[in-house]
């Protein structure tokens, strides 16, 4: 059902760097900004990314986000334990906000 | 401190209602335009529908699975926002949070502030 689509999962060991892309269309990541949410086991999402690339205060510069055409990436450099988590992708398409499929990142 | 808190959910037999609220405190609410978006059990995020500011003209757009079925409202006096879920089906069971979005530029840049409740449990099943 979602638009965007993303791998179902990713890992790393502690200090690697990972990357999580997101694929949408022209009607949604071609025309829009992405952002990007990570979610904690049994927690509520927290915004990471907004308008591409920017972060919310208080989110570490290990966490990048860039743009291309129709597609995104979300990168965490420096990975540490705590990063373990899903990790959503979403722009809006038309008047709809779409999220990605969602990508489960291990910490090996 | 920035707190959103849902309420309202539970328990419910398919083809019947029920209204969750979020209230907010700790910011502006009335500066802010209101989702929810749910999470089905061991699923992903879904986006429901939002509500925009009164400086916005206070409408609302939804996602094709629940337009005509729900309704999101808002009562700035009060720093409360609305879910009203009629007709509910079986695959409406999900976690639903509420969120609070407001992006504005100002002589110093562009400012984006995004909030998330705690979510609540929405069963409907016979």
């Known amino acids: 059902q979602s638009v965007l689509t993303q791998p179902p999962s990713a890992s790393g060991t502690p200090g690697q760097r990972v990357t999580i892309s997101c694929s949408g269309s022209?009607?949604?990541?071609?025309?829009?900004?992405v952002y990007w949410y990570q979610q904690l086991p049994g927690t509520a999402p927290k915004l990471l990314i907004y308008?591409?690339?920017q972060r919310p205060s208080g989110v570490p510069d290990r966490f990048s986000g860039s743009k291309s055409g129709t597609s995104a990436s979300l990168a965490i450099s420096g990975l540490r334990s705590e990063d373990e988590a899903d990790y959503y992708c979403?722009?809006?398409?038309?008047?709809?906000?779409?999220f990605g499929t969602g990508t489960k990142v291990t910490v090996l | 401190e920035v707190q959103l808190v849902e309420s309202g959910g539970g328990l419910v037999q398919p083809g019947r209602s029920l209204r969750l609220s979020c209230t907010a405190s700790?910011?502006?609410?009335?500066?802010?335009?209101m989702s929810w978006v749910r999470q089905a059990p061991g699923k992903g995020l879904e986006w429901v529908g939002f509500?925009?500011?009164?400086?916005?003209?206070?409408?609302?757009e939804y996602a094709a699975s629940v337009k005509g079925r729900f309704t999101i409202s808002r009562d700035d006096s009060k720093s409360i926002a609305y879910l009203q879920m009629n007709s509910l089906k079986t695959e409406d069971t999900a976690v639903y949070y509420c969120?609070?979005?407001?992006?504005?530029?100002?002589?110093?840049?562009?400012?984006?502030?995004?909030?998330w409740g705690q979510g609540t449990l929405v069963t409907v099943s016979s």
């Open positions: 969120t609070g979005t407001r992006g504005y530029y100002d002589s110093s840049g562009y400012y984006y502030f995004d909030y």
């Open positions: 700790g910011f502006t609410f009335g500066d802010y335009a």
């Open positions: 509500i925009r500011s009164k400086a916005y003209g206070g409408t609302t």
């Open positions: 022209s009607s949604n990541i071609g025309s829009n900004y």
């Open positions: 308008r591409n690339n």
């Open positions: 979403a722009a809006w398409d038309d008047s709809r906000y779409v």
